[in-house]
């Protein structure tokens, strides 16, 4: 299996892609096929046996519509592409002028002498005296509108022969209809000079010129929709400066071991691990954290962030699509392009909805004709009715939300992979959470220090000198805290004898140390009464207790711990504030997570379960109705991230985690949790608004148009209005898309 993108050209509206999706889905070994209206882009998935790219470009050609692969763009900033958008838009105004200004001029020639102040016109041009000259003067402004919207007529009758009519079909068939019209009664005038009466040029460049403006601050706003998108591509700098030799070099010709130097105040080039220097680095493009992060050597940096007052030294470790950046752009790309559920409604509506638009035209002149009315009548119902009815709206009411929705994600740090997911998180019932690295903070840390006999410091300071021999992660959590604390060096033991399951025995300033669990201190017959009671507390709050013994006399306790993340409880709360259970699914033991299940709240501790079991846990859930969300950070959950309803990984673990996920959460942030359900929530809002009212556009513009109202109220839609309101209402859905992306999550 095969799946690919391409880029689609000639799209305007719903059933443009509609049109795509159901010529490619024709084609043998095809799976699935989708097409984003506001990307442009078409994601087909296939069998390569059956069907090949020439194929899918063939028959998306045939329905006369542009098609090429899609190009990879993540390594470098995609400018020239920028710029062809730009140039695009351009043009498109260039055109929307000449044919605005053009238009107005036809509308003083056709319209001002049936104002009640009748405008001012040359007596040479006047329809009472000179009918010819007034009907020709029209016909000879027309022209240049129609040159200028040239693009909607010939695309929508490409369309009509390809049997694939979309919006521009409407266009151009109402439009070419009442120029037509006007042009035959133009020839009659000077025959029966009462058919200058039946002229109808100016709804045809009124139409046209109304299309226009309203696709063009349409494509305007959608560009503005794809601004997450752009920003982050512009955020990795050109070139990079190579230490050793202090030239620049292009970024995209970096590669991992290189070394680079970040000035201060410049963007980082690549991923990497500072080897010199100390900074504080502002990450908020990246993951949302307002703060600056203090850098030093061993830390790691990520391309794209921007270096605050100090000097780095960075050795590069990621670069082009293994870049953290660019996977961050392609999530958003992703899901982007990948349509959600919800959409589907729209699609198949605005597949049927073309055809059916123009019998509904066709009928209601039919049956103004058998009415009695005239053919002028019926022709302007016709044009009405096509012009009123296009389907833009319904095509942007899904895709403009999604980018936003997930534009706004990213600029949060909530990377979410598809469509899909953006609509089924608002679902969530239940939030399943791993313990370690992901409530917990994933390493030990020294939680508490009980002395016996001797000053707190004295005993950190004497452990952290035995400890520093071994490569336990317990002892690191002691040397670490002997650091954090700033206390002197002790002298590493001069012997030192490692006691698998019990600890280890140095010998160190002319005495005998021990330290270990209690195993090891009965065994050398310490006497450890003094710290029992203590000891049972720990051990009953998930601690790991270490004694320490000199020359046979316990000297204390220091207990080493998982430390809560101290936005854990803070997360919970949020959730719970939601109306969402959350499970604490830790293979820890069960004394340690319910321990850290009450520090954080959470509703349910399910606790001693293997790798293999986790998945298991997750169907249960589901099995009793709940739509279960899995937050995890670590290679061991990846099978229950991918057999939850909605995958949710901690950005800073294991790269198969991440892999397994359709939400990212780049700050590890437990709090962003709540913030990616709630961003959910305000997107399908968003799309739900957006769908009303494109139908309900529909609903009531359509029999309007046909004369609905005529008969009892005298009210006629003419194509200039049903043009102006088509318009709006696509703006409008963008605009409510738009107006997401200022929503603080």
């Not at 000639?10 to 984003?36: D, Q």
């Not at 409530?439 to 002395?451: N, Q, S």
């Not at 954080?600 to 997750?618: N, R, S, T």
């Amino acid at each position: 299996m095969r799946e690919e993108a391409y880029d689609i050209s000639g799209m305007h509206c719903a059933a443009c892609s509609a049109s795509v999706e159901r010529v490619t889905r024709k084609l043998p070994g095809v799976i699935r096929s989708e097409v984003n209206l506001t990307t442009g882009v078409l994601s087909i998935e296939y069998d390569e046996g059956q069907t090949g790219r020439s194929d899918i470009m063939n028959k998306v050609e045939k329905a006369g519509f542009g098609c090429n692969p899609r190009t990879q763009r993540r390594e470098t900033p995609p400018k020239t592409e920028v710029d062809e958008a730009e140039l695009e838009l351009r043009r498109t105004k260039q055109n929307l002028i000449g044919a605005a200004l053009t238009t107005v001029i036809l509308l003083y020639v056709s319209m001002g002498q049936m104002l009640s102040a009748p405008l001012p016109l040359p007596n040479l041009l006047s329809m009472a005296t000179h009918p010819v000259n007034y009907a020709m003067t029209q016909l000879i402004l027309t022209i240049p509108v129609l040159w200028f919207g040239r693009s909607y007529l010939i695309g929508g009758l490409k369309a009509l022969w390809h049997r694939n009519p979309n919006m521009d079909s409407l266009v151009a068939i109402g439009s070419s209809c009442s120029f037509l019209y006007s042009l035959v009664m133009t020839y009659l005038i000077s025959d029966v000079p009462h058919h200058v009466h039946n002229l109808y040029y100016e709804s045809a460049a009124v139409v046209l010129t109304l299309i226009m403006v309203g696709k063009f601050l349409e494509s305007r706003n959608v560009q503005k929709t794809k601004g997450a998108i752009t920003k982050l591509m512009d955020l990795r700098p050109d070139v990079a400066i190579l230490a050793e030799s202090g030239t620049e070099v292009p970024t995209a010709s970096l590669k991992a071991g290189d070394l680079i130097l970040i000035k201060p105040g410049a963007k980082i080039a690549a991923d990497g691990t500072v080897t010199k220097g100390e900074s504080s680095v502002n990450e908020a493009m990246l993951t949302g954290e307002s703060l600056p992060v203090e850098k030093g050597t061993g830390s790691t940096v990520i391309g794209g962030s921007i270096n605050g007052d100090g000097v780095l030294y960075v050795s590069v470790t990621r670069v082009g699509e293994d870049s953290t950046l660019s996977k961050i752009i392609k999530f958003v790309e992703d899901a982007q392009g990948k349509k959600a559920p919800i959409s589907r409604i729209a699609d198949k509506v605005a597949g049927v909805f073309v055809p059916v638009v123009i019998a509904i035209a066709v009928l209601a002149a039919g049956v103004w004709l058998m009415a009695g009315y005239e053919f002028s009548f019926a022709l302007r119902i016709f044009t009405s009715v096509l012009v009123i009815a296009c389907p833009c709206a319904l095509g942007l009411a899904t895709p403009t939300a999604i980018m936003v929705g997930t534009g706004l994600g990213a600029s949060n740090g909530i990377l979410i992979r598809s469509g899909e997911a953006l609509e089924i998180t608002h679902k969530t019932s239940v939030v399943v959470l791993d313990k370690t690295g992901t409530v917990t903070e994933g390493k030990p840390a020294v939680a508490e220090i009980l002395p016996v006999g001797i000053q707190e410091n004295d005993l950190l300071t004497l452990a952290a000198g035995v400890e520093s021999v071994s490569q336990h992660p317990l002892a690191s959590a002691i040397v670490d805290a002997a650091k954090a604390r700033k206390l002197p060096s002790a002298d590493a033991p001069e012997k030192f004898e490692n006691l698998p399951g019990r600890g280890l025995r140095a010998e160190t300033g002319g005495g005998t140390v021990l330290a270990g669990n209690r195993r090891l201190m009965e065994e050398s017959g310490v006497d450890l009464t003094a710290l029992e009671q203590d000891e049972s507390r720990l051990a009953g709050q998930g601690h790991t207790p270490m004694y320490f013994a000199w020359d046979g006399k316990l000297l204390g306790l220091i207990s080493v711990a998982d430390r809560v993340k101290t936005t854990s409880a803070d997360a919970i709360a949020a959730l719970k504030a939601q109306n969402i259970r959350t499970v604490l699914l830790t293979g820890d033991n069960r004394a340690a997570a319910e321990a850290i299940a009450a520090q954080v709240g959470v509703d349910k501790v399910v606790a001693e379960v293997l790798p293999e079991e986790k998945a298991g846990v997750i169907r249960q859930l589901q099995s009793e109705g709940k739509i279960v969300m899995m937050v995890g950070d670590g290679i061991n959950d990846a099978p229950a991230l991918a057999q939850a309803d909605i995958g949710c990984a901690i950005g800073n673990g294991s790269d198969i985690a991440v892999e397994s996920a359709q939400v990212i959460l780049m700050r590890g942030d437990l709090r962003d949790v709540a913030r990616a359900i709630r961003l959910s929530r305000l997107t399908i809002r968003n799309i739900k608004q957006n769908l009303f009212w494109a139908f309900c556009y529909n609903t009531f513009g359509i029999p309007v148009a046909a004369g609905a109202l005529f008969l009892s109220y005298g009210l006629l839609l003419s194509p200039m209005i049903a043009g102006a309101a088509m318009s709006l209402s696509s703006i409008c859905v963008v605009t409510n898309a738009l107006r997401l992306g200022r929503k603080k999550l």
